[in-house]
Structures are given as C-alpha cells and as structure tokens.
C-alpha cells in the first residue's frame, strides 16, 4: 500500500484547510485510515481515524473542529480543519492499516502552517 497526501500550505489563524490522502496498491484491505501529526520537538500524535464501518475517533484537540471522512471508491481519506490555530501547525502524516495482516502504511508527512 502507497499513500500519498497532500493539501497543506499555509493559513492565517481561524482558517481552514482540506488534507487529502489516496491510498494504492493492495488497499482493497484497509480496514482503518487516520491522519497523525507531528510539532516540531513533538512526538507524533493521532488526530483522526476512521474505521471501514465509518466510526470514527478524534483526539481532543481536533475534536469539533476537524472532521476526518472516507471516499471508499477512490480509496481515499480526507481531513477537513476549520479553526486552525498556530497550535495546528505540524507535519501531517497520512496513515492506514490492514489489520489482517497487522501491517502499518504511512505517507509523507504534508506540513500545515497556521500563522497567528
């Protein structure tokens, strides 16, 4: 499985901006897609997930102002965020799993920058 993301860039404090992620390869078998992030001097951290099903889980700084949603034909995860704050600014990475054979897929990391 290849992910590719992309959609960062760079936005003034209470903006918003949309990340994308297409997965291929043997991504017929995803069971769960997630965008983590990454602060300079930070470790990563999750942000969204959505299983298959459509459950999702938001860690609470994303919570209620970033919503994570899923095109399963194009194979696809998306990452709407409204509200950034500078706090928001970090690497982005996309992430999938194929729990059927316990393996990990991430892509590069597409970096967001909220200017205060």
């Known amino acids: 499985v290849q992910l590719q993301a992309f959609g960062g860039g760079l936005v003034q404090n209470g903006g918003s901006l949309r990340l994308s992620c297409a997965a291929s390869?043997?991504?017929?078998?995803?069971?769960?897609m997630a965008w983590y992030r990454q602060a300079p001097g930070k470790e990563r951290e999750l942000v969204a997930a959505?299983?298959?099903?459509?459950?999702?889980d938001y860690a609470e700084p994303a919570a209620g102002r970033f919503t994570i949603s899923r095109d399963y034909a194009k194979r696809a995860v998306y990452l709407q965020m409204d509200s950034l704050i500078p706090e928001d600014t970090a690497l982005y990475y996309c992430?999938?799993?194929?729990?059927?054979?316990?393996?990990?897929?991430w892509g590069q990391g597409t970096l967001v920058t909220v200017s205060s």
């Open positions: 992430y999938a799993l194929r729990s059927i054979v316990r393996q990990e897929y």
């Open positions: 390869g043997n991504a017929a078998t995803i069971n769960r």
């Open positions: 959505i299983d298959n099903d459509g459950t999702t």
